[in-house]
């Protein structure tokens, strides 16, 4: 089966909503514009939007896209549900570290919009919602935040969900209000 586009990647465009296959006998929103070729992918086939005249390739659509080393995103995956470090998964997959937290963060982003498609396709039905959270840290004691989520009650489908960055409380030593000061006034000047 060959690829074909199902929105143009240009937000502008008329044509970016659109998430459906052309039905039968609906003319294309785009055209074909030739090939390149490439050391990784072998020919790669260029397209071009019809309305806007934005033009694309198939690579445009991959999670790799403009990346150097192309990773599995499944064994990125498996080593983060293992509980693998990212430091360790990049010493495993021959990468670097920021690399990995790219490749974390662009499945997050595909993780998002899934849900996000999932909800846009869920019935509407009267259900009881049950909103809960806790709160954790990251990094250090000095970075708390709070995670809050809305899910139906009999369905277990999550249904909304955030992340909210606090300032630290709670008894502190002198010394230890100082450095909290400090790495607030950091975060404030970035």
């Not at 397209?47 to 499944?74: I, M, N």
């Not at 806790?134 to 277990?156: C, D, I, W």
Request: with cysteine.
């Amino acid at each position: 089966m060959s690829f074909v586009p199902l929105f143009c990647p240009n937000p502008e465009c008329a044509h970016h909503h659109r998430r459906t296959p052309l039905l039968p006998g609906e003319k294309s929103w785009f055209r074909i514009k030739g090939r390149f070729s490439t050391h990784r992918n072998g020919e790669v086939q260029r397209y071009q939007c019809k309305h806007c005249g934005h033009t694309f390739s198939q690579q445009t659509f991959s999670v790799d896209y403009r990346l150097r080393h192309p990773v599995k995103c499944s064994q990125v995956l498996a080593s983060l549900f293992t509980g693998q470090g990212q430091r360790q998964l990049a010493r495993v997959l021959g990468i670097g570290e920021n690399a990995v937290a790219c490749r974390l963060s662009r499945l997050g982003a595909q993780a998002l919009a899934a849900h996000a498609r999932f909800l846009e396709q869920l019935p509407q039905a009267d259900t009881e919602i049950v909103f809960d959270g806790f709160e954790t840290f990251v990094k250090s004691q000095y970075h708390p935040l709070n995670v809050n989520l809305m899910v139906g009650k009999r369905a277990e489908v999550v249904y909304g969900f955030n992340l909210v960055f606090l300032k630290r409380k709670g008894r502190m030593t002198p010394s230890q209000k100082a450095k909290r000061e400090e790495i607030e006034s950091r975060i404030v000047r970035q």
